[in-house]
């Protein structure tokens, strides 16, 4: 029997938790609330439609768009086109335009000066260059 004390040592990562809590028994996992909600919500799940409740939050596709068609503007500001389905997005408050963005890591840089982003990603619009991912036109 696994003590809840060495549980949480060895649970570190998200992977390890749900594996860790899947593996212990009811008392030292929470109860059996949390364990039938992982099972319930295929938390282990590998196949990325299925991993979660994070896929709810992203819009179906075609229903959220942004400038550039939905490409990334920090992508642009570098010359390149990343296709991004506006699951991440920031609607400038200014001119009420929504911008998509590939990652959270691509807004937060980009909200450190969004302005001079959006010059560059203006410049490069056509003349940038696909993504190897592909990209939305």
Known sequence: MISARPLRMVCRTAAAVVACALAAPPQ???????????????????????????????????????EFAGNDPLGLAAGVRIAADCSINWVDPDSHKRYCFASATSLVVFLDSPHSYLARARANWDDAKPSSRGEQQ
Do not use: E, M, N, Y
């Open 28 to 66: 030292a996992a929470g109860g059996d609330g949390f364990r039938s909600a992982l099972a319930q919500h295929d938390v282990a799940a590998t196949d990325p439609d299925h991993a979660g409740i994070w896929k709810a939050a992203v819009p179906p596709p075609g229903s959220t768009s942004g």
